[in-house]
């Protein structure tokens, strides 16, 4: 599986971003999709995950309530709709992918990864 990130970009804050997540090679089918961020000097946390088929949707208590992650399959994309952005929301975001039912905030059990875009939030 090879993952395109896009939709990055400079906000101020209490505004909204779209990140979009291509996948090529495979279909979602049977695979969990994750986001994932990385401010500097900060480990990479987790951010939000989802199943392929929707059934299971998680997210980290920080964005819960402002981040929506939503699957197109498709189009084999996976969003990560941000409303309300704070300051602190400022990192590099990465989605990732993994097969099978089970879905992990650890970031080594996803093998795909995509490229990363920056999302920047301003006073």
């Known amino acids: 599986v090879q993952l395109q990130a896009s939709g990055g970009g400079l906000v101020p804050a209490g505004d909204s971003l779209r990140l979009s997540c291509a996948a090529s090679?495979?279909?979602?089918?049977?695979?969990?999709m994750a986001w994932f961020r990385q401010a500097p000097g900060k480990e990479r946390e987790f951010v939000a995950v989802r199943s392929w088929n929707g059934r299971s949707t998680y997210y980290a208590g920080s964005v819960k309530g402002r981040f929506t992650i939503s699957i197109d399959n498709a189009k084999k994309t996976v969003y990560l709709q941000m409303n309300n952005l704070k300051l602190e929301d400022s990192a590099v975001y990465y989605c990732a992918a993994r097969e099978g039912l089970s879905y992990y905030a650890q970031s080594f059990k996803y093998p795909w990864w995509g490229q990363g875009t920056q999302v920047t939030v301003s006073s």
């Open positions: 090679g495979s279909t979602f089918s049977g695979y969990i």
